[in-house]
C-alpha cells in the first residue's frame, strides 16, 4: 500500500509545474541520459570483486579514483553531497554541517531531522546544483532522495522529484528511475540522480568492516545491476556517474577524549562533536575558551574559523562557528553530558578527508568514458564540471575543474 502511494506521489509530483526560469544556453543535448548515483558511506575500499561484483566491474570497464575520491570536509553527508551536486566545498556553499545556525536566522537550526528547514532554499542557495544547471538550459532532470533536492533552490525544481523516505527499499528506487526512463524520449529526464543510504546507515552501526556493512554494500551492488539489466530491456544506453560522499572510520569505546578535561563546559556551545568538533564561546569568555582550546591537544588540532589551515577549505562561512578542531581518525570527542564510552561502537566519519578512511567511491562508466581508465587525485568538487559536460551544458564557476577529469573521458 505504501508503495502505491509513494507512486501515485511520483506522478503528482511529476506533474508539477517548474517555476519558469530565464534559459541557459545548452552546447548541445546530451546524446543519452546521465545518471548520477550516490551511495552514501560507501568507502573506496568496499569495491571488491566478489561481494559488489557489478560495481567491480563497471569500474574495471570505465573509469575510477585511484585510492577513492577525496571528499570535502567536514566528511559528513549533506556538505559532501551538495559538494557533489555543485563543484563548491561547504565553506562556499553554505551546508557547512549537517547541522548549523545561521546569523542571519536567528532562531532558526538546519538540522536533517527538521524537515522543514531541510526543505527550505535559503540554506542551499549559496551554490547551484547540477539539476538546477540542466533545468536553467532547457533539459529535464529528476531526482530521486539526493540531499537538497527537496528545495527549490533558485526557485526551481527537477522536472521529477521526490520528498526523502527512508523506509523506501533499494529495489524500489530502482524501479522508479526505471519509470523515468520509460516515459517518452520527450519526457524523459536528460539527468536523473538516484541515492542509496543502506551502506551508511550499517556502517553506522555495525562498522565499516562489519558483516552488516559488506551485506548492505552487496544490497546496492545488486540494485545497479537491477538497474542496468532495466536499462537495457528498454535499449537506453547511459552514462554511469557512480559516487560516494565520504568512507567510514571504526570506532571504539577506548578511543572517547572528552572537551571537560580542558576546558569548562558552561564556556562553550557546542555545535558538533564526536568526529568533528565546533563550538562558540559563551559571551564574555572568548579568552578564556582560546586558551584552553587552541593548538594541538589530546587527539586533535583547534583553531579560529579564520585560520583553519588552506587545505581542509573551510572557515570563512558566517555559519562556522568561532572554534574548529579537526578530530583523529576514529576517534571520539565529545563532553560527559552527552557521551558515554560505553554506548561509542559502530562507525562514523567527519575525519581528515585525507584518511584513507574517508576516501569515496568513485566510478564513470558509458560511451562517454574511456575503458580501464584511472584519475589520480581525484576531488570531490570536479564532479560537477564532469556532469555539465556530459550534459552539453556550461558549469559554473566552482572549486572543482573540467581539466581533472578529461583523462576519464572517450575522445
Request: hydrophobic content about 45%; aromatic content about 8%.
Amino acid at each position: 500500500m505504501f508503495l502505491r502511494a509513494l507512486f501515485l506521489t511520483v506522478a503528482a509530483v511529476s506533474a508539477l509545474a517548474v517555476a519558469p526560469v530565464a534559459a541557459r544556453e545548452a552546447n548541445a543535448t546530451p546524446a543519452r541520459p546521465v545518471i548520477l548515483i550516490g551511495v552514501d558511506g560507501f568507502r573506496a575500499d568496499y569495491l571488491d570483486p566478489t561481494n559488489t561484483p557489478t560495481l567491480y566491474r563497471l569500474a574495471q570497464e570505465g573509469v575510477q579514483a585511484e585510492g577513492g575520491m577525496k571528499p570535502s570536509w567536514p566528511s559528513v553527508t549533506f556538505p559532501n553531497f551538495y559538494t557533489l551536486a555543485t563543484g563548491l566545498h561547504p565553506d562556499h556553499h553554505g551546508l557547512v554541517y549537517n547541522r548549523m545556525t545561521d546569523p542571519d536566522l536567528p532562531g532558526r537550526t538546519f538540522a536533517l531531522s527538521n524537515r522543514t528547514e531541510v526543505m527550505d532554499r535559503v540554506w542551499y542557495d549559496a551554490g547551484e546544483p547540477i539539476w538546477v544547471t540542466a533545468q536553467k538550459a532547457g533539459l529535464r532532470s529528476a531526482t530521486l532522495f539526493w540531499p537538497g533536492s527537496e528545495a527549490p533552490v533558485h526557485g526551481v525544481r527537477p522536472t521529477y522529484w521526490l520528498p526523502f523516505e527512508q523506509s523506501v527499499p533499494s529495489m524500489s528506487r530502482v524501479n522508479m528511475v526505471l519509470g523515468w526512463m520509460t516515459l517518452p524520449v520527450e519526457e524523459r529526464p536528460h539527468l536523473t540522480t538516484l541515492y542509496f543510504d543502506v551502506v551508511d546507515t550499517m556502517g553506522h552501526r555495525h562498522g565499516p568492516d562489519s558483516a552488516e556493512a559488506r551485506a548492505a554494500a552487496a544490497e546496492v551492488d545488486g540494485a545497479v545491476a537491477a538497474l542496468l539489466t532495466g536499462l537495457e530491456a528498454r535499449g537506453i544506453e547511459a552514462d554511469l556517474v557512480i559516487v560516494a560522499d565520504h568512507g567510514m572510520a571504526a570506532l571504539s569505546s577506548e578511543r572517547v577524549a572528552f572537551l571537560d578535561d580542558l576546558v569548562d563546559p558552561t564556556a562553550i556551545r557546542v555545535t558538533a562533536a564526536g568526529a568533528v568538533v565546533t563550538l562558540d564561546p559563551v559571551p564574555g569568555r572568548e579568552a578564556e575558551v582560546e586558551a584552553a582550546l587552541l593548538g594541538v591537544k589530546p587527539h586533535m588540532e583547534c583553531w579560529r574559523k579564520g585560520e583553519v589551515p588552506a587545505r581542509l577549505a573551510y572557515g570563512t562561512h558566517p555559519r562556522v562557528p568561532a572554534i574548529v578542531c579537526l578530530v583523529e581518525t576514529g576517534w571520539t570527542i565529545g563532553t560527559r553530558d552527552r557521551t558515554d564510552p560505553a554506548r561509542i561502537r559502530g562507525g562514523a566519519h567527519g575525519y581528515d578527508n585525507e584518511a584513507p578512511e574517508m576516501r569515496a567511491l568513485f566510478i564513470a562508466r558509458g560511451p562517454s568514458f574511456v575503458q580501464g581508465g584511472r584519475l589520480a587525485n581525484m576531488d570531490s568538487v570536479d564532479v560537477n564540471p564532469l556532469l555539465a559536460r556530459l550534459l552539453g551544458v556550461e558549469a559554473l564557476p566552482g572549486d572543482g575543474r573540467a581539466e581533472h577529469t578529461l583523462p576519464a573521458m572517450a575522445r
